[in-house]
């Protein structure tokens, strides 16, 4: 098997270098920023291009949902990851076009690594967080974090979490201006410098909400400004995302899919909730192995009850991958059959967990969130988790 390294340097780069010349150099007509981070990304990036609309700033986003450009909606694909090198450079072409000032553009570590981003001249740059993630591709932590610092590398401004426990590592490693936020500690901004009440659930955006607000302060944009925006946002689709029912039960469909996204979740609901916390979930096939006992342990230690299923089985046994995150559960108490079932068909677990929910309970469906597909043996087969729970509520 070819090494990632001589695959990206031997065919990546050079795709990346190829756009770049076809579309011109797009990125150096238009301020660019950049998020990463393992989760919060695609909230950062829109709560920053809402901002900047209330600002009347001409500006653009490219996320791993969509793309919005002017009036133009495009989809950017049906998995999690930043779009090629060639459509990236003729969506900032486009931009550019349409006379934006600002591009807001979603980076993930896959992206970093491949060279997609490369030519791209970043204005700013942010992490939001750092961990556990696609180790199946990275091999090592240390080689996923580098892979986020090279974006702050290549931007005039970094900025970065400091309540990340891998903040004075990313700090160490760069020779740009720097700008910290965290909830609590000392930093250029904090909550008592911008307090808050957000309308979406989770106390974790409040770090999505403080990245974005670093990102227009450095922008000269004004913190009243600031604060409306963020106080009206509302939550994405697939990201804490109630469906209303007439059960008088709270059903949430959320993208969480590493152990850190599962947690934050999870506490989140425990919280919100008077009854019972149900979890469903599952794990991606041929994709970091190495979390999903972990994720079993977090979702046996937060919910009452756990139901494991599908997500993206590809070529792996659906069983095998179900049976890898039961071990986790068992290790914190799980009683299979009472508190922890097995139901490799998504929309059956899904509804075997409504089911066992009652006036005041909760149920948390995570890992897929907004996507549209799920793929089995290699095919991707139309998929939605919101339109699957309508469906059972109706």
Partial sequence: MIPNKLVNVGKHLPTAVVANIQYGFPSKKIKVIGVTGTDGKTTTVNMIYQILKKSNKKVSMISTINAVIGKQVFDTGLHVTSPSSALLQKLIKQSVEN???????????????QF???????????????????????????NYLNAKIKLLKNTKLAIINKDDKNFEKIESSLNTKIFEFSLEKDADLNLRG???????????????????????????????????????????????????NNKDIRVIVDFAHTPNALENALTTLRKETKGKLIAVFGAAAERDI???????????RLADI??????????????????????????????????????????????????????????????KGHEQSMNYKGEELPWSDVTVVKEILR
């Fill in 99 to 113: 006379g934006d000032e600002y591009l807001i553009l979603e980076v993930t570590s896959h992206a970093l690594d």
């Fill in 194 to 244: 911008l307090a808050l009440n957000l309308k979406i659930l989770g106390s974790y955006n409040f770090q999505n909400a403080l990245a974005a607000a670093a990102v227009a302060i450095n922008l000269g944009i004004d913190k009243e400004t600031i604060k409306k925006a963020l106080e009206n946002f509302t939550s994405l689709s697939g990201r804490m995302e109630e469906i209303k």
């Fill in 306 to 367: 756990v139901v494991l299923t599908d997500e993206d089985p590809r070529f792996e046994d659906s069983l095998k991958i179900i049976n890898e995150i039961a071990a986790g559960c068992l290790t914190k108490g799980a009683k299979i059959d009472k508190s922890l079932f097995k139901e490799p068909n998504r929309k059956k677990a899904i509804e075997f967990a409504i089911s066992l929910a009652n006036k005041g309970d909760s149920v948390g469906i995570f890992g």
């Fill in 116 to 142: 997609r981003t490369w030519g791209i001249k970043f204005d700013i740059g942010v992490i939001t967080n750092v961990t556990h993630e696609h180790l199946d591709y990275h091999k090592t932590f240390d």
């Fill in 290 to 300: 190495a979390k999903r006992p972990v994720m079993g342990k977090i979702a046996s």
